[in-house]
């Protein structure tokens, strides 16, 4: 082999590494965006929290992988109805007794999420679970909650609770819905 040959062969190398790299940035890119465009305001509370790019995409793949895995199901028209009924219920003690009506919305809430059968024993897990579907309420829903911890410790004021009671709402009539769920 001569050095032309070599030189060649050199040249053809470094361009396959060349153009391997970049597809691979590309790639990375494209799945960021992806990521980014499903998760929206999530996926920058996920850069935040988890201090990087990287590490983000690797925990919402990962909540996408999860989620997956549950037998996640719409309520039946008869549930939708009853638990219809159960929030009318908790909007009208709201006037009266707004602190205690937050604290029924936030029950109504895990009440048809375990329904539903997303596991509920823990918080962050929840939301981690409803941003896979309901990215754009993940963050109203951390609020609420926020919000409903406040008011555990008497220290939530009217506006914060009527804040809450929205936000609350919002995830409740998606939750709700008879649709099927799409992953």
Do not use: C
């Not at 590309?26 to 992806?34: D, G, L, N, T, Y």
């Amino acid at each position: 082999m001569n050095i032309t040959s070599t030189l060649i062969i050199a040249v053809v190398l470094a361009l396959v590494v060349m153009g391997l790299l970049l597809a691979l940035v590309f790639i990375r890119q494209k799945r960021a965006e992806q990521l980014h465009d499903q998760f929206g305001t999530e996926y920058e509370h996920t850069v935040q929290a988890l201090g990087g790019e990287k590490k983000a995409q690797t925990e919402l793949e990962a909540r996408q992988k999860h989620v997956k895995t549950l037998d996640l199901h719409p309520l039946s028209v008869s549930e939708r109805e009853r638990y219809q009924g159960d929030w009318a219920a908790v909007q009208t003690k709201f006037v009266d007794e707004p602190g205690q009506a937050i604290i029924e919305a936030d029950r109504l809430i895990m009440e048809v999420m375990q329904l539903r059968a997303y596991p509920v024993s823990d918080f962050e897990q929840r939301a981690a679970d409803l941003s896979v579907n309901y990215s754009a309420l993940v963050s109203n829903y951390r609020a609420a909650r926020a919000i409903a911890l406040k008011n555990e410790q008497q220290q939530a004021d009217t506006e914060e609770l009527r804040q809450a009671m929205i936000y609350y709402r919002s995830l409740f009539e998606e939750l709700i819905e008879t649709e099927a769920v799409v992953v």
